[in-house]
């Protein structure tokens, strides 16, 4: 769930994909499929197989732009959020709706 810096790419249903994450709950790939379409990207999303049914349903999720690098666009400051602000790397973890313009802040900064 965290933005690493390597631009990874590979296949979803035969189309080729920039990779944002993998093995995600269903939950995190609802957040990540509404933020990426808001800002005009294609998404494609595949389930990834279990071992057993027992197990939680994790999917993969990528877009369909081949030059997009989440951890760029997080911190190049080019995605918004449903309200026209910026996306911050807390506001695209999950950790906080807050997003301040300094990225850089600590939660005990702000």
Same mark, same amino acid.
């Given at each position: &769930?965290?933005?690493?810096?390597?631009?990874?790419?590979?296949?979803?249903?035969?189309?080729?994909?920039?990779?944002?994450?993998?093995?995600?709950? %269903?939950?995190?790939?609802?957040?990540?499929?509404?933020?990426?379409?808001?800002?005009?990207?294609?998404?494609?999303? %595949?389930?990834?197989?279990?071992?057993?049914?027992?197990?939680? %349903?994790? #999917?993969?999720?990528?877009?369909?732009? &081949?030059?997009?690098?989440?951890t760029i666009w997080v911190y190049q400051r080019k995605l918004k959020t449903f309200d026209g602000h910026m996306v911050t790397p807390d506001y695209w973890e999950q950790r906080?709706?807050?997003?301040?313009? %300094? #990225?850089?802040?600590?939660?005990?900064?702000?």
């Amino acid at each position: &769930m965290s933005l690493g810096g390597k631009h990874l790419f590979g296949s979803i249903d035969e189309t080729r994909v920039t990779f944002v994450e993998k093995k995600v709950t %269903q939950e995190r790939v609802e957040f990540l499929k509404k933020l990426l379409e808001h800002n005009g990207f294609e998404v494609l999303i %595949q389930e990834e197989k279990r071992a057993s049914e027992e197990e939680p %349903q994790l #999917y993969t999720l990528g877009v369909t732009d &081949m030059v997009f690098n989440p951890t760029i666009w997080v911190y190049q400051r080019k995605l918004k959020t449903f309200d026209g602000h910026m996306v911050t790397p807390d506001y695209w973890e999950q950790r906080s709706e807050n997003t301040p313009p %300094q #990225y850089w802040k600590t939660p005990k900064d702000n």
